[in-house]
């Protein structure tokens, strides 16, 4: 595991331990809760019970008034009706504390059926923290909330998976630049050192040109490889630039709608860009087949034919796991992963493919072009 790696996991665990922590302190904050509503019930449940048979009492005296007509038809009803919601209220508050047990009992992880007192805490509570000023209190509150520690756990890992990528493609660009620097020696340094007096007597007619291959005569060592055409930048070549470079138009198309949360536009966006990234392989395999066969261009081909295979046949296998890493965003995407505010994946594989896009601009220049 390399170090940005140990760095994410080393967050993961902070992130989960942030977690546990939250879940630790609603768990209590709710037994609690559930506690204090059981005193409370056991403490006025009498009471309420009281009050009740008291409320149903003078329901019942009202009638008997009303019956015998000693009062006014209208006042009587009016108490009955005032007496029926006190008595509603006063059931729904004895139902409402009577339940307490049950959710206590619940997070208590207790037997169904269980039978349990509680007992209210005597000690006083300690009220110490309430003398800080609001600014101490304010500062606690952030810097031991739980979501605010997780945040930002979460924004280092973020952080490291930038980095890490951003590694990543920088060991990409010294791969090709390796091998743009072997193409750059061959064509201004071996090629014109063979063709000097010095190596004339091992390889008279051997001719120092580019590309390595001449009217008539191969530009090779003692004419050990087959004669060849070279390829030239019209037309497969630039329909295959033309491709790529709309490939990263509908890609950065796709990512501004996915800003915009406007996930049905960013799908259709990225099949399209997968599309032209299968699209462009199967230009490149008719390319091979057509330098294979009507060209005699090989990989044996001298050092023309071995950089013109390595720089595309790399770049090409570059092309395919960048299609299959879109692919797969792409199929995220339609299960509802990614949002407008979190979505490195998506923004990894863009950057692997524009990375994908300029690689080929140079590699178009150097191999077809010059």
């Known amino acids: 595991m390399g170090y940005y790696g140990s760095k994410q996991q080393a967050d993961r665990f902070l992130v989960a331990g942030e977690k546990r922590r939250k879940a630790m302190h609603l768990l ?8 204090w509503r059981v005193v409370a019930a056991e403490k006025l449940g009498q009471s309420i019970r009281d009050t009740m048979a008291e409320a149903e009492s003078a329901l019942k005296a009202s009638e008997s008034a009303e019956a015998s007509a000693m009062r006014s038809p209208l006042e009587p009803l009016r108490f009955q009706r005032q007496l029926l919601e006190n008595l509603r209220m ?35 509570i300690n009220t110490k923290w309430l003398d800080m000023n609001p600014a101490d209190m304010e500062l606690q509150a952030v810097v031991n909330n739980p979501d605010m520690r997780e945040s ?42 063979l063709g000097s007096l010095d190596n004339a007597l091992l390889w008279p007619d051997f001719k120092a040109v580019w590309p390595t291959a001449a009217a008539g005569v191969t530009a090779s060592p003692a004419g050990i490889i087959e004669p060849f055409q070279t390829m030239t ?45 299968v699209v462009f392989l199967f230009v490149q395999g008719y390319e091979y087949a057509h330098a ?15 950089t013109f295979y390595m720089l595309t046949g790399f770049h090409g296998f570059h092309v395919f796991l960048g299609m299959l890493m879109l692919l797969v965003i792409t199929l995220r995407l339609q299960k509802g992963h990614f949002t407008a505010d979190k979505h490195f994946g998506f923004e990894g594989a863009a950057w692997y493919w524009h990375f994908v896009d300029v690689v080929w601009l140079g590699l178009y220049i150097l191999v077809y072009w010059m």
């Open 152 to 193: 930002l756990y979460n924004a280092r890992i973020d952080t490291s998976y930038r980095w890490s990528m951003s590694w990543f493609i920088f060991s990409e660009v010294m791969f090709f630049g390796a091998f743009f620097s072997a193409l750059w020696w061959a064509r201004a340094h071996s090629v014109p050192m």
């Open 28 to 35: 209590m904050q709710d037994v609690r809760t559930a506690y």
């Open 233 to 277: 930048p019209f037309w497969l070549p630039t329909i295959n630039t033309a491709l790529l470079l709309s490939s990263g138009v509908t890609l950065t198309i796709a990512h501004h709608a996915l800003l915009e949360n406007k996930r049905d536009t960013t799908i259709k966006f990225m099949w399209l860009t997968v599309l032209l990234g």
């Open 90 to 124: 006063l059931e729904l508050v004895e139902h409402e504390l009577s339940s307490a047990r049950v959710e206590l009992s619940t997070l208590a992880a207790l037997p169904a059926g269980s039978s349990f007192t509680v007992v209210e805490p005597q000690a006083q």
């Open 292 to 306: 294979y066969s009507d060209m005699n261009l090989k990989l044996s081909s001298g050092v023309y034919g071995s």
